[in-house]
C-alpha cells in the first residue's frame, strides 16, 4: 500500500491529518496551515490518507480500520526517522489520529482534534441509503449523506473508496491514552461536533469554539491556527 506524503523543513514537524474525502494540500496547504507552521519555524508533514489525494485507494472497508489507517502514519514517521511528533486532525482525521496515539501513544507527544465530536457522523448513516447514492445517485433522506458526499462524487472521487472508508471508519471514537495533551476546537456553526466541549471538560482538556465557523470555515480561522501553535509549544 502506498502513502503518499510531503515534508517541509523546520524544528519539531508537526503532522497534519485531513478529513474524509479531502487532501493534504486542500486541508493544509490551501487553508495556510503548513505556511503559519513554517513562519513558526516548525516543519509540517502532510500525508494524503490511503483512498484520498495520491495514495493509494483500496475498495475494502478492512483497509479503512482506524487501526489501520493509523498504521500508515507510523509509517510515514518511521520513513522520516521521528520517533516523537505533536499530531493536528480535522473532522475524520481527528478520529486517525485518536487511533494513532491508541496505537502508539509513546510516539504522540499532544493532540489537536478538530472540527470532531463525541457522535460519529457515518455511523447515524443507514447502510443501504448510503449504497444506492454513492453507486446510483438515488437521492437519499437523511441530507447529511448528499451533502458530505456530492461534491467529492461530481468531482469524479473513486466511489468504491469513498464507500470503503466510510465503512470502515464507521464508529470510530476520539479515545484517547490518558497523559497525552489535548485541544479541542470547533465552530460555532459547526453541528457535526456537536457535545465536543462536554467531552473535552470531562476529559480537562482544552476546548476552542471559533465563533460563527463552520465545518469548512474552521479550518481558515487565523485563531485556530494561532491557538494550536500556542498549544503545541
Known amino acids: ?81 521521528l520517533e516523537r511528533v505533536d499530531v493536528i486532525g480535522y473532522s475524520m482525521g481527528s478520529r486517525v489520529v485518536a487511533a494513532l496515539a491508541r496505537l502508539v501513544p509513546e510516539r504522540v507527544r499532544s493532540l489537536v482534534l478538530g472540527g470532531a465530536g463525541p457522535l460519529e457522523l457515518f455511523d447515524t448513516w443507514d447502510r443501504g441509503a448510503l449504497d444506492r447514492y454513492v453507486m446510483s445517485g438515488d437521492r437519499p433522506a437523511d441530507p447529511s449523506i448528499a451533502a458530505v458526499l456530492g461534491p467529492y462524487i461530481a468531482a469524479g472521487a473513486d466511489r468504491e473508496a469513498l464507500l470503503a472508508c466510510v465503512r470502515g471508519v464507521a464508529g470510530c471514537t476520539l479515545d484517547v491514552p490518558a497523559g497525552i495533551p489535548q485541544l479541542f476546537v470547533a465552530g460555532g456553526a459547526d453541528a457535526i461536533p ?13 476546548y476552542l469554539e471559533l465563533p460563527g465557523r463552520t465545518h469548512f470555515t474552521a479550518l481558515t480561522s487565523r485563531e485556530f491556527q494561532q491557538a494550536a501553535l500556542q498549544f503545541l509549544a
Do not use: C, N
Open 1 to 81: 500500500m502506498r502513502v503518499a506524503f510531503d515534508a517541509t523543513g523546520g524544528e519539531r514537524p508537526v503532522l497534519l491529518v485531513h478529513g474524509f474525502a479531502s487532501t493534504a494540500a486542500a486541508t493544509w496547504s490551501s487553508s495556510g496551515w503548513v505556511r503559519a507552521l513554517g513562519e513558526a519555524g516548525r516543519g509540517a508533514i502532510t500525508p494524503d490518507l490511503r483512498g484520498h489525494g495520491h495514495s493509494d485507494k483500496p475498495h475494502r472497508a478492512a483497509d479503512y480500520a482506524p487501526r489501520q489507517l493509523a498504521a500508515d502514519l507510523v509509517a510515514v514517521l518511521d520513513t522520516l526517522e
Open 194 to 206: 456537536a457535545g465536543v466541549a462536554a467531552l473535552a471538560a470531562e476529559r480537562g482538556a482544552q
